[in-house]
C-alpha cells in the first residue's frame, strides 16, 4: 500500500483539527503529498433564500475568501501541500468523485460521534461511496500499546474475501512498518449465542473446529508477514464486538478492517459488521476495500 499521496478532509475551523494534525504525521513519517481540503456551504448563499443575486454572490464571495485565508494560516510553512477551499453541500460525494478521478492513496477524515451510537451521516456516506481507503481518526487518543491490528474475515474464503483480507494484512502491515509498531491479527470466532446458552453446541469444541479449518487459509496469508502465534487473536464473538475489544485491549493506534459497502445495496450487510466494528473502536480506524 502507498502512500505517496493522502487527501485530508478538514474539519470546520471552529473545531481542533484532528484530521490535519494526522495526515501531518503520517507526511513527516512517509513524506506523502497532502491535499488540504477545507468545506463551506450556506443556505443563504442558495437561490431559494431571500437575498438578491448581488448579496448572495458578495456573501458566497467573503465566506470562501475567508475561508482561504484560515486555511492559509492552518498550512503555514509546511511544503509538499495542495491547499483547496470546495464550496458544496454533499461533502462524501464531491470527495468520492474526486478519489475516482484523482486515485489518491489515503483520504483521513476525522470521527465525529453523535450523541446516539451512530456516527454522522457524512462519516457512513464516505465510507459507503469512496473507493480509497479511508483513515477514520480520534481527537483523543490514550496512550498507545505500539499495535496495529489487522481484522480478518476467514468465514468465507472465495476469491472476493481472500482479496480483501489480503489488502486488509498489507494495509496494516504498510502502517504499523511506518509507525515502528507491532502487527497482530484479529478474526472473530462466530458461534450461535443461542445454540450455546441452549448447550446445543459445546464453545470450546466448536472453537476448536472452526480453527482448523480455517488454519491452512491464516497461515497462507500471514506467511509473507512472519507475524508470531501471540500476536494472532481469535475471540469467539460477533465481530462488530471483539474486533474493537480486542484493540482496545491492545491500546492499538489503528484498527485495520475491510467493506465490501460500496454501492447503496450493500450498506445493510456494512452496518451488521463494519459499523458496529467502528462505532465500538476508540483508536483510529482504516477501512479498505477489495
Known amino acids: 500500500m502507498d502512500l505517496n499521496n493522502i487527501t485530508t478532509v478538514l474539519d470546520k475551523p471552529k473545531h481542533e483539527q484532528v484530521a490535519w494534525r494526522r495526515s501531518t504525521e503520517l507526511q513527516d513519517l512517509g513524506g506523502a503529498k497532502l491535499e488540504a481540503v477545507s468545506f463551506l456551504w450556506n443556505a443563504m448563499c442558495e437561490p431559494s433564500s431571500a437575498l438578491s443575486a448581488a448579496d448572495r454572490k458578495a456573501m458566497r464571495h467573503g465566506l470562501i475568501e475567508g475561508r482561504k485565508a484560515w486555511l492559509s494560516k492552518l498550512v503555514g510553512e509546511r511544503v509538499g501541500v495542495k491547499q483547496r477551499t470546495v464550496w458544496t453541500s454533499d461533502i462524501a460525494r464531491w470527495v468520492a468523485d474526486e478519489v475516482a478521478k484523482k486515485s489518491p492513496d489515503l483520504v483521513v477524515k476525522t470521527v465525529h460521534k453523535s450523541a446516539s451510537i451512530f456516527h454522522t451521516p457524512t462519516d457512513w456516506a464516505l465510507l459507503q461511496a469512496c473507493s480509497a481507503p479511508v ?3 480520534f481527537g483523543r487518543r490514550g496512550k498507545s500499546g505500539g499495535n496495529v491490528v489487522a481484522s480478518l474475515d476467514l468465514h468465507r474464503i472465495d476469491r472476493q474475501h481472500r482479496h480483501l483480507n489480503c489488502r486488509v494484512l498489507e494495509a496494516a502491515h504498510r502502517f504499523a512498518s511506518l509507525q515502528g ?7 472473530a470466532v462466530e458461534i450461535s449465542q443461542v445454540l450455546r446458552d441452549l448447550d446445543i453446541v459445546n464453545e470450546r469444541i466448536s472453537k476448536q473446529k472452526i480453527v482448523e479449518n480455517v488454519t491452512p487459509e491464516l497461515d497462507r496469508l500471514l506467511k ?3 507475524i508470531p502465534k501471540s500476536r ?3 475471540p469467539v464473538g460477533k465481530a462488530g464486538k471483539v474486533v474493537a475489544q480486542v484493540a482496545r485491549k491492545l491500546k492499538a493506534e489503528q484498527l485495520v478492517i475491510g467493506s465490501h459497502a460500496r454501492r447503496a445495496k450493500d450498506m445493510l450487510s456494512f452496518g451488521n459488521t463494519a459499523q458496529r ?3 465500538r473502536a476508540v483508536s483510529d480506524v482504516l477501512v479498505v476495500h477489495p
Not at 509498531?181 to 478474526?187: D, E, G, S
Open 277 to 279: 466494528i467502528i462505532t
Open 224 to 226: 509473507p508477514y512472519a
Open 181 to 187: 509498531a507491532k502487527l497482530h491479527v484479529v478474526f
Open 232 to 234: 494472532v487473536h481469535m
Open 135 to 137: 483513515l477514520l481518526t
